[in-house]
């Protein structure tokens, strides 16, 4: 089966700086991968999400990217505010035309943002 | 903006007792899901739910859960005799069959098993 591993598992960075997570897969059949972002007592949140028929995706100060060969994605947040301080999670999914679809997250990345 | 509902927000029980706990999927999504994070870990996938059975289980789910959609609202897990090792935040997660893959989660359940 499926199995996801992130790095780094705790990020410190300071206000305005940039932020990078990295996601291995192992399923090459794999082919959606979201991410999201959990605050402290809630639900995750889906923030940015790409499919493998896609390489690059942003939206404002957050960004994906996808390399299918080498089997991962990054999560990119520029100019890092305060309020971006949380758990981000990646995921990985076989997605599409599967009522299961079950998502398969990563171990987390506590983030870390001062000012 | 719609939301994926759960009630209640905490639960504790003792050992051995049943726990249901309760999910408002967002209105028109057709696939359900339930998954668990035990305290510190990852959130991992239980069961997911569509056209009134299972469609996939983890191997977590065994045979003290269950799952059921009442009602056209709301989908419910059972833990039949709960374990110490079940207190975990659970969580419901729907999905909209018309944007494919994207699920959206509750705020989730704190149960503490005692």
């Known amino acids: 089966g499926e199995n996801v591993e992130q790095h780094p598992s705790t990020l410190s960075v300071q206000e305005g700086d940039s932020a990078v997570i990295k996601c291995t897969y192992s399923?090459?059949?794999?082919?959606?991968f979201p991410w999201y972002k959990q605050e402290l007592g809630k639900g995750p949140q889906l923030i940015i999400d790409?499919?493998?028929?896609?390489g690059e995706k942003k939206d404002q100060r957050i960004a994906v990217t996808l390399n299918k060969t080498a089997k991962h994605f990054s999560l990119h947040i520029t100019e890092t505010q305060p309020e971006d301080s949380a758990v981000y999670f990646c995921?990985?999914?076989?997605?599409?035309?599967?009522?299961?679809?079950?998502?398969?997250f990563g171990k987390g990345t506590t983030l870390s943002v001062s000012s | 903006e719609p939301e994926v509902t759960q009630t209640p927000s905490h639960q504790v029980t003792q050992m051995g007792q049943e726990v249901i706990l309760r999910c408002v999927p967002i209105?028109?999504?057709?696939?359900f899901y339930w998954y668990r994070q035990i305290l510190g870990q990852k959130v991992e996938f239980l069961v997911s739910f569509y056209n009134n059975e299972i469609s996939e289980k983890s191997e977590i789910f065994d045979d003290q859960f269950s799952v059921e959609r009442p009602d056209g609202s709301n989908f419910t897990l059972k833990i039949r005799s709960t374990k110490l090792e079940d207190s975990a935040m659970y969580f419901c997660?729907?999905?909209?069959?018309?944007?494919?893959?994207?699920?959206?989660f509750g705020p989730g359940t704190r149960l503490l098993v005692l």
């Open positions: 209105s028109n999504h057709l696939y």
């Open positions: 399923d090459s059949a794999s082919n959606y």
């Open positions: 790409i499919r493998s028929n896609v």
């Open positions: 995921a990985a999914s076989i997605g599409a035309n599967q009522a299961g679809t079950a998502l398969i």
């Open positions: 997660a729907s999905r909209d069959p018309r944007y494919q893959e994207t699920q959206y």
